[in-house]
């Protein structure tokens, strides 16, 4: 009789990490990018579906995107560096091209972090909208300073407390700057400094959540005819220029002959398992891989 062996309990919990454990995912632009970048991506309801310019780390390959709208979607919201500073993305308006950001400042009990240094943008990249303006945060106003048209404002400021003013009007903060040293300034939308002044929003903290516009000013106009002719946009890294993918190969501007649009994709779902892929093994899969051992174990 031939003896009989009994997988230990080491063995067992190696196998059944296998079978539930989610893999990173590695996609190559050389695989299909023509595929891979029409799959649908989403970070958030609020967001929707990522196009190009941005891409989604882990998610897509990098040649679906310009490699400076990368974003991050494993975190509360997706969020992209600008300036080695990383920004939590409200609002993407493809159409006018603008992108709707706010610093990141994650809430310790009910204080926040005080912005900190100045805000600025790559101006290669991106442009204020004429819905943006500036507020100031002065840190340095004198003991017994008050003014009318300030707001204190308390926060964190490398982990201690700060007391600072809050200024959304430009000339008084031009003003104060004699009283109070230079200030932080922070780039805000027009509408929510409105909205502070007439107290609709109550508080700096809310100013600074409704975030500010920029418009990209890369590849202006240069996706329409890759997408009409049935391509999908993307960059070529190699030529540091953008790319019109095509069912049979890249094209520079778009694709040779006119084709019909790609079969439209099913509704994105969220992201809930950021830089991860679905279960890579099938029930034909768990039952050849039983079976296998059902013959070499009995």
């Not at 390959?61 to 409200?90: N, Q």
């Not at 240094?117 to 340095?140: E, V």
């Not at 997408?227 to 095509?246: D, V």
């Not at 520079?252 to 991860?276: R, V």
Request: glycine share 6%.
């Amino acid at each position: 009789m031939h003896p009989r062996f009994f997988p230990s309990t080491h063995f067992i919990s190696i196998l059944i990490f296998l079978l539930s454990h989610h893999f990173p995912i590695s996609i190559r632009c050389e695989d299909s990018p023509h595929v891979e970048c029409n799959v649908p991506v989403q970070c958030d309801d609020e967001v929707g579906k990522i196009e190009y310019p941005f891409w989604v780390d882990g998610y897509q390959p990098d040649c679906c995107g310009h490699p400076a709208f990368k974003l991050d979607c494993t975190e509360f919201k997706p969020t992209i560096e600008i300036m080695y500073r990383k920004y939590d993305v409200i609002n993407i308006n493809y159409e006018a091209q603008i992108l709707t950001i706010a610093g990141v400042n994650r809430f310790f009990f009910k204080d926040i972090c005080c912005p900190e240094p100045n805000t600025t943008m790559d101006s290669t990249l991106f442009k204020y909208t004429s819905n943006t303006q500036n507020a100031t945060l002065f840190y340095n106003c004198p003991p017994g300073f008050q003014h009318p048209a300030t707001t204190d404002v308390f926060c964190l400021k490398y982990g201690a407390p700060e007391h600072a003013f809050f200024v959304v009007n430009t000339s008084l903060a031009t003003e104060l700057v004699s009283t109070c040293g230079a200030g932080v300034v922070v780039p805000v939308l027009a509408t929510a400094a409105q909205g502070f002044m007439n107290h609709s929003l109550i508080d700096f903290y809310q100013v600074l959540n409704e975030g500010f516009e920029v418009k990209w000013t890369v590849e202006e106009g240069q996706c329409g005819g890759c997408a009409e002719s049935g391509g999908r946009c993307g960059y070529n890294l190699s030529f540091g220029q953008p790319s019109c993918y095509c069912p049979d190969k890249p094209y520079s501007t778009s694709c040779p002959t006119l084709k019909a649009p790609p079969p439209i994709a099913p509704t994105p779902t969220a992201l809930n398992s950021p830089k991860s892929s679905t279960h890579p093994f099938s029930s034909l899969d768990i039952f050849l891989f039983a079976f296998f051992l059902h013959c070499f174990f009995y």
